[in-house]
């Protein structure tokens, strides 16, 4: 879809640009990552260096390639030699070991980074616990990411997107009973004066008109 993954302005006003792969297609994906370069360069006229981060069994990716008389070259890092068995003593690394290598599963260390991140007081505790969260939705599924949602629930961040879970329910409870009030007034007020009542846009109220027709 030609999304860049992470960019970050640094201090030094240029971009470091973050690209995290589980597949290697080789040039095809180097070609991708220039094109961002070349975007983000061209609109914010800022030096762009990318950093691409490849998990699974991806040893040995090429990081660069020739292109007429130019040469592309990415920063490639393989977290497979990395052995993530080993690391759960540094907070950096320990946030990054659901993509190296070991004998663990994904799940495992997930879950194992994140029972240690409880005893852990830094201030990127918060970022920890987000990246963690972010690398069971992407790797995870059934049993083995409700696990990890219920490991992160007494969390920073498990309470958060508790809170925010609770706020969106609220949210959408307010909003169907809104269409209800609007659904009994579209026979006696107009479209306008229904929105201006229930909060909904004029396009919500037409579209509830429509409906009941």
Not at 49 to 55: E, R
Not at 89 to 96: A, E, P
Not at 108 to 129: C, F, G, N, V
């Given at each position: ?16 640009h ?5 597949t290697?297609?080789g040039?095809d ?6 094109t ?17 981060v ?15 008389i130019?040469?592309?070259k ?20 320990l946030?990054?070991?659901?993509v190296?290598?070991?004998k663990m ?6 879950l ?20 963690l ?6 790797f995870?599924s059934g ?53 201006q ?10 579209a ?5 027709k």
């Amino acid at each position: 879809n030609m999304y860049m993954d992470y960019t970050f302005l640094m201090e030094d006003d240029s971009y470091i640009h973050f690209e995290f792969q589980t597949t290697d297609k080789g040039i095809d994906d180097l070609m991708r990552f220039r094109t961002y370069e070349a975007l983000l360069n061209h609109q914010t006229k800022k030096e762009v260096i990318t950093y691409v981060v490849y998990s699974g069994d991806i040893k040995n990716p090429i990081s660069e390639y020739n292109c007429g008389i130019n040469t592309y070259k990415v920063n490639a890092i393989s977290m497979v030699n990395e052995d993530g068995d080993k690391v759960f003593d540094d907070i950096i690394k320990l946030t990054f070991t659901p993509v190296m290598g070991g004998k663990m599963d994904k799940s495992e260390k997930i879950l194992k980074a994140i029972k240690l991140s409880k005893e852990i007081t830094s201030p990127y505790k918060r970022d920890m616990e987000s990246i963690l969260y972010a690398f069971a939705n992407k790797f995870l599924s059934g049993k083995d990411l409700e696990r990890v949602k219920e490991e992160l629930r007494v969390t920073e961040i498990g309470k958060s997107l508790i809170e925010e879970g609770k706020e969106e329910g609220i949210k959408a409870g307010e909003k169907k009973k809104a269409i209800e009030i609007a659904k009994g007034l579209l026979d006696i007020l107009s479209i306008e004066i229904i929105a201006q009542k229930t909060g909904l846009t004029v396009d919500e109220v037409k579209a509830l008109k429509d409906e009941v027709k």
